[in-house]
């Protein structure tokens, strides 16, 4: 039975959403079957044994899709994945993101069409919940919209259920010119519903029609998702593009309370289910946006993306200047028990570049821009107003990114760049995650790229699985030299306290050469002092509280360094006590 307490916090946040437009007998209808829904699902996973999530420093995520890797057949592609995974990853990852498994008719599994099917090329829930026995599995909720040609839509269109008032409406009196757009594309499209012309609104693309959550039945069929995934063995929840989820004229339609109140309800469906899933937010906005997701009280995503680490280290590795990047992790608040920063410089998206708004200037960001193009990216836009429109994401793997520099044009140090950058990223406060094809440092896709022309297909490689473990057979082979180093990195983080997710971290100051940062365990015996030379010249520090010496837990040479730390560029060394 739920405590009367959770069944009070349920009824709370239904009203903070729903009263000015719902009555009161109506919400407790909801509350009710929503509560009735929780106990009915707790036998379930009690029945299959799910176990609670435990985060540690040996919590690290492999973000991929169900086919990043495939047998020559392309069917049952999870199994290929488990297959690969339990080989050559299960040693260094415990958590697996399958990014949407779900048929879809567009966007690599973001226009979703069916939420409780799994796309039959990848797999099946029986797949998910064999998974799931030894690793948590974190999978996508694609919340803001669905697929123009899915069931929902369809029958919207009919006026029929499951799909009857899913999608937003909204006429002309409805007041759009403070609307945040993360897209180029026409927001609103003008069609005949029942006869009469309105318009739907798209905030993404045009197979993508956004949901209308001012309809407790919208909110009501996520949870059911959600909890049908709970049950399949699913641990972490990704609700994709939330920030864009409520919809008032004239507002900026991001970042509404009503968005905000949705992830503290699901944040209570969570807690109250017997294996306590975490939900991670995924909101590529400007930094202080993007840190309200953990709500003031701590009662909204476990875990949030850390958006604004990728282009600021990038720019710090690419004009060999740590200043922009010293500034933010000084700033950096820090988190508490059950609250992570999710760690990433790279996925299936692009570098998102509102998170770096008020980090670089203009001059500074068409100089990123300059040079990343002249590695192979290509630049994705938003719009601002009817006429304007901003860089909204650089699309290109890590590899091209830190291919050349203005320093080093002939790419000498591209491969130490991109290990330093993986070190730092496993160093810092939060939980690590790399994205499947930055393990074995796969370049741009231009043969994808140039098919689809999706600039996002440059970074959304799928891999052959024999092709694949040859690679890896062959020491010589680029990819067995890049995953080497990365596994050998996430080998030996695993061991230290000191990188438990929400272990302490202070920021160092050694110059704009060298990023530099110190972090405690939670039982404060093991301090890790990280030091990298993001520079293309030979550094020396100078280590000022070195009084009983550090040894480098990076170095086949386990020696005690003293006061005065020589680097190589763009090394990165890890001083343990």
């Known amino acids: ?82 297959s690969f995974y339990n080989r050559h990853l299960s040693k260094f990852f415990n958590t697996i993101h399958f990014l949407p498994f779900y048929p879809s008719s567009s966007d690599s599994g973001f226009a979703v069409k069916d939420h409780y099917k799994i796309d039959s090329r990848l797999g099946s829930w029986t797949d998910i919940n064999s998974f799931s026995k030894k690793n948590n599995i974190m999978a996508d909720i694609v919340i803001n919209h669905a697929s123009s040609k899915g069931l929902w839509f369809k029958n919207f269109l009919r006026n029929k259920s499951p799909g009857k008032d899913y999608f937003i409406k909204v006429n002309k009196k409805f007041d759009i010119s403070k609307v945040v757009r993360p897209r180029e594309n026409r927001l609103l499209k003008k069609i005949n519903v029942f006869n009469k012309p309105d318009f739907i609104w798209r905030t993404f693309s045009s197979d993508q029609i956004d949901l209308n959550f001012k309809n407790p039945k919208v909110l009501m069929r996520f949870v059911k998702i959600m909890i049908n995934l709970a049950c399949h063995g699913v641990s972490i929840f990704r609700l994709d593009a939330i920030a864009y989820l409520w919809k008032e004229s004239g507002t900026k339609c991001v970042n509404l309370k009503q968005t905000h109140e949705i992830i503290k309800l699901l944040r209570i469906v969570c807690k109250s289910l017997h294996n306590s899933p975490y939900i991670i937010t995924e909101t590529n906005l400007p930094e202080k946006e993007n840190l309200s997701y ?134 810092i406060e939060g939980v690590p995650a790399v994205y499947f094809n930055s393990i074995f440092g796969k370049s741009n896709d231009e043969y994808k790229y140039v098919i689809s022309n999706n600039k996002r297909d440059l970074n959304r490689y799928k891999w052959n699985k024999v092709k694949l473990d040859r690679f890896l057979k062959d020491k010589k082979s680029k990819q067995k030299i890049y995953y080497d180093q990365i596994t050998n990195l996430l080998k030996v983080r695993k061991k230290q306290k000191a990188f438990h997710p929400n272990a302490a971290m202070r920021c160092l100051s050694f110059g704009n050469k060298i990023f530099a940062f110190k972090r405690m365990s939670l039982d404060k015996k093991q301090v890790i002092i990280c030091i990298t030379n993001i520079s293309s010249k030979s550094q020396s520090v100078l280590l000022n509280d070195n009084k009983y010496g550090y040894k480098n837990l990076l170095s086949e040479n386990i020696g005690i360094i003293s006061k005065r730390l020589s680097l190589n560029p763009f090394e990165t060394v890890w001083l343990s006590n």
């Open 294 to 427: 953990f709500g003031k009280k701590n009662d909204e995503a476990n875990w949030i993306y850390n958006f604004t680490l990728p282009p600021l280290l990038i720019h710090a590795f690419l004009f060999e200047d740590s200043s922009k990047l010293n500034q933010w992790t000084n700033k950096l608040p820090s988190t508490k028990l059950k609250n992570n920063y999710f760690n990433f410089i790279a996925s299936h998206d692009g570098i998102g570049m509102r998170p770096i708004e008020g980090y670089l200037n203009k001059p500074t960001l068409n100089s990123l821009f300059k040079r990343l193009k002249k590695n192979g990216a290509q630049l994705s836009f938003r719009k601002t107003n009817k006429t304007q429109k901003k860089v909204y994401e650089v699309n290109v793997t890590l590899f091209n990114a830190f291919k050349n520099t203005d320093y080093d044009k002939k790419g000498l140090y591209s491969f130490e760049r991109y290990i330093s950058a993986h070190a730092i990223m496993f160093s």
């Open 1 to 82: 039975m739920l405590s009367k307490t959770v069944k009070t916090q349920i009824n709370f946040r239904l009203k903070n959403i729903y009263s000015k437009n719902i009555k009161g007998s109506d919400l407790k209808l909801f509350a009710d079957e929503l509560c009735k829904l929780i106990q009915i699902s707790n036998k379930k996973i009690s029945k299959a044994k799910r176990k609670n999530l435990r985060i540690s420093e040996d919590t690290t995520v492999v973000i991929c899709y169900g086919d990043s890797v495939f047998d020559n057949g392309k069917l049952n592609s999870i199994k290929s994945f488990k």
